[in-house]
C-alpha cells in the first residue's frame, strides 16, 4: 500500500479494550455459533489520538461496525472512518484493505475491531475473506467516454474540472490514491491575492505588478515571465472565485506574509490549511456533476493518428481501463517530491537522507506520461525545501506558522539567530542545514501564542509535538533552552539583543528578512526543534499561457493540458509561500476552460 503519512505511528500502535454485552465474551463461543452475541468496544492509537469503536456480533455474523470516537483529519483520516467499517461488514473479515491516504487511521480501526472481538472470545486469525466478499468488491463497470479527462484530483485538477464542467463540458477525475485532495489538502492553504480588501482595510498597498515583481525575484529570475505574468493578473481573481463560486471560507481579518513576499498579501483559509479548499471544491465538482473515481491510477495516454491526445490509460480497481476525451486531457498529477529516485535523477543532493512533506502520490507520474507523448520539461533541478518541518516524520508543521502569523525567532543550538526568519525557503533551508545537527529552533512566548492560537487552531499537532518531545513549554528561557541543549545564557543575549532592536526600531542582524519589530518579554515560552524536509518541486512539463503542453520544438501538443506542480517555469529556482494554491487556482481554471472549447 501506498502510504500517505509516511507510515509513523504504525509500529507503535497499542491496543486498549474493554467489553459489553454477555458477562461470557471473555470464555469460548457458544457451541450454537461462531461468535458471543453482543456489543463489543476496543480501542486503538490513530494518528491524531485514540480511535474506538463498537462490533455488534450475532451467534454468526459480523452486524455492525460503529467508529464511536476519533480525532483524525477531516478529509484525510475521515474517509477511513466512513469506509473500513463497512468493508469489515462485508468480507466478514479484518483482511480488508486500508484506504490509500489513509493508511494510519485505517489501521487503527482494524485493531480497534480486534481487540473488540478478542474480548469476545473470538480467534481473530480466523477472520480471512470470503470468496464470496472477494466477489462483491468487484469493481462495477464505468462510464468510458467524457469531453475532458483530468488526472489528478489535488486542488489543480478540482479547480480544471469544475471549471471545464461550468463551461458546459462532461469531466471526469481520475485519482490513483483512495482519497482526493494531493498535495493541496495537506498544505496551509494559503493564497496569495494582491489588492485584496483585507489589504485595503489594513492600508496595505499592493498590485499585481508588485506580485509580479516578487515572483520574479523569488525565483531568480528563472521563471517564464509570460506565465508570471498570467499568474499574477489573475491571483485576485482566483482567490475571488474560490470564495464567491466555490464558497471557500478565509479569515476575515487575517493575512500572512511570506518570505520573499514584499507586503502582506496572503488570505487565510478557515482552518488554517488545505482542507477548507479541498472539502469546498469537492462539493461543489459533486454538485455539478464531475464524475471523481479514486484508486484510479493513470498509466499512458491515448493519442490519434494526428497525435492529438484523445484518452487515458488506467487502472481503476484492478481493471484495464481506457477513458476517452472527445475534447481533451488535463495533466494536474503534481510534483516528484516523492519520488526519491527521481528527486536524484535531477538533483543528486535531494537523496533519500531528506525526508518530505509530500503526499506519496508525489511521485511525477504526469511528467512521465507527458514526456512520453513528447512533452518538454524545464526547471527539474529546482527542488524545494520547506525549512520548519518534524525531525521525525518529515511533515509541515502548521504550529510553526506561528513564525508567519505572530512571529517567532530562529536560532542554533548555540542560542544565537543564523538567517532572517522570513526570508525565502531556500534560503532559511540551507542556512538550517549548516548548523549543529542541521536543525533550527523556534523560540516565541506567551503573548505570540495567544495572539496565534497555534495550539489551538492546530491542537492535536500541538499535542503530538508535546507528546514526542519537538516543543516545550516552560515558565523561563533557560529551562526551555535547557529542555534541548541550547546554551541558555547565549540564548538569553540573543534575547535581549532581540528585544533592544525591537526597542530601536531596527532589527541589527537581518533588516528586511527578520520578523516584526515584537519584542519576546514575559513567559511562558515555548521552543520547537525542526528541520528542513522536501516541499516542492519546481520543474515540470513546459506550458504556455494557455496551459498547453509543449513539446521540444516549442509546438503545442494536440489535445493535451496541464496545470499545478506538475508544470515547469512558474516560480523558476524557488517558490514563494502562498504561491502554489494561486498557481493551481490560476491555471487549473484555464486549463479546464479552454479545454472545455475544443
Not at 490513483?176 to 491575492?193: F, H, M, Q, R, W
Request: glycine residues 10%; charged residues 25%.
Amino acid at each position: 500500500m501506498k502510504r500517505f503519512w509516511n507510515v509513523l505511528l504504525c509500529a507503535l500502535m497499542t491496543v486498549s479494550l474493554s467489553a459489553c454485552g454477555s458477562s461470557s465474551a471473555a470464555q469460548a463461543t457458544e457451541a450454537a455459533g461462531k461468535y458471543t452475541p453482543g456489543t463489543y468496544t476496543g480501542t486503538a492509537a490513530g494518528r491524531n489520538g485514540d480511535v474506538t469503536v463498537e462490533v455488534t456480533l450475532s451467534s454468526d455474523k459480523i452486524e455492525k461496525v460503529e467508529v464511536t470516537d476519533h480525532k483524525e483529519t477531516e478529509g484525510i483520516g475521515t474517509n477511513a472512518v466512513d469506509a473500513i467499517p463497512g468493508e469489515i461488514v462485508d468480507a466478514q473479515s479484518l483482511d480488508v484493505d486500508a484506504v490509500a491516504g489513509a493508511t494510519v487511521t485505517s489501521d487503527a480501526i482494524i485493531e480497534a475491531v480486534k481487540a473488540a472481538m478478542e474480548s469476545a472470545g473470538v480467534d481473530v486469525s480466523t477472520l480471512a475473506a470470503s470468496t464470496a466478499a472477494a466477489e462483491s468488491a468487484a469493481p462495477e463497470a464505468v462510464d468510458t467516454d467524457y469531453d475532458i479527462v483530468v488526472v489528478g484530483a489535488g486542488g489543480a485538477g478540482l479547480c480544471a474540472a469544475v471549471t471545464a464542467e461550468e463551461n458546459g463540458a462532461s469531466v471526469v477525475v481520475l485519482e490513483k490514491e483512495g482519497v482526493v485532495g494531493g498535495n493541496t489538502l495537506v498544505s496551509g492553504g494559503e493564497i496569495a491575492a494582491p489588492g485584496n480588501d483585507i489589504q485595503k482595510a489594513q492600508g496595505i498597498e499592493d498590485s499585481a505588478d508588485q506580485f509580479y515583481d516578487d515572483v520574479m525575484k523569488g525565483g531568480d529570475n528563472v521563471a517564464d515571465p509570460a506565465l508570471v505574468r498570467v499568474l499574477a493578473d489573475n491571483a485576485l481573481d482566483a482567490a475571488t472565485w474560490l470564495k464567491d463560486d466555490v464558497g471557500e471560507e478565509f479569515e476575515e481579518d487575517n493575512l500572512f506574509k511570506f518570505g520573499g513576499h514584499s507586503v502582506a498579501r496572503s488570505l487565510v483559509p478557515v482552518g488554517q490549511n488545505g482542507v477548507e479548499m479541498i472539502t469546498k471544491l469537492s462539493r461543489k465538482a459533486e454538485d455539478l456533476g464531475v464524475v471523481v473515481l479514486t484508486n484510479c491510477d493513470a498509466k499512458e495516454l491515448v493519442q490519434d493518428d494526428s497525435g492529438k491526445v484523445v484518452g487515458v490509460k488506467a487502472d481503476y480497481n484492478g481493471q484495464d481501463v481506457t477513458f476517452n476525451a472527445a475534447k481533451a486531457v488535463i495533466l494536474t498529477t503534481g510534483g516528484f517530491g516523492s519520488n526519491i529516485e527521481m528527486r536524484k535523477q535531477y538533483n543528486p543532493e535531494m537523496d533519500e537522507k531528506i525526508l518530505s512533506t509530500c503526499t506519496s502520490g508525489s511521485t511525477g507520474d504526469g511528467i512521465v506520461m507527458g514526456q512520453a507523448v513528447g512533452a518538454a520539461v524545464r526547471d527539474m533541478e529546482y527542488i524545494q525545501t520547506y525549512p520548519t518541518c518534524d525531525i521525525t516524520s518529515g511533515l509541515l508543521l502548521y504550529v510553526g506558522d506561528v513564525r508567519l502569523d505572530g512571529r517567532a525567532l530562529l536560532v542554533n543550538k548555540e542560542g544565537d539567530r543564523f538567517v532572517g526568519e522570513l526570508d525565502r525557503r531556500d534560503v532559511i533551508s540551507k542556512a538550517v542545514t549548516e548548523q549543529t545537527g542541521s536543525v533550527s529552533y523556534m523560540v516565541w512566548e506567551q503573548s505570540m501564542m495567544d495572539q496565534t492560537k497555534m495550539d489551538q487552531i492546530h491542537a492535536d499537532e500541538y499535542k503530538k509535538l508535546l507528546d514526542d518531545g519537538h516543543i516545550v513549554k516552560a515558565d523561563t528561557l533557560k529551562e526551555a533552552a535547557d529542555f534541548f541543549g541550547i546554551d541558555a545564557d547565549e540564548l538569553q543575549k540573543t534575547i535581549d539583543q532581540w528585544n533592544a532592536d525591537c526597542a530601536a526600531g531596527k532589527d541589527s542582524l537581518y533588516d528586511g528578512t527578520g520578523p516584526d519589530l515584537i519584542p519576546i518579554e514575559e513567559g511562558p515560552y515555548y521552543i520547537m526543534v525542526s528541520q528542513p524536509s522536501v516541499h516542492h518541486t519546481m520543474g515540470g512539463l513546459v506550458i504556455n499561457t494557455n496551459a498547453e503542453v509543449q513539446n521540444e520544438n516549442g509546438e503545442t501538443i494536440p489535445g493535451l493540458y496541464a496545470a499545478g506542480e506538475v508544470t515547469g517555469g512558474i516560480h523558476g529556482t524557488n517558490r514563494l509561500g502562498s504561491d502554489a494554491i494561486c498557481d493551481i487556482t490560476v491555471f487549473g481554471r484555464i486549463a479546464g476552460a479552454n479545454a472545455a472549447k475544443n
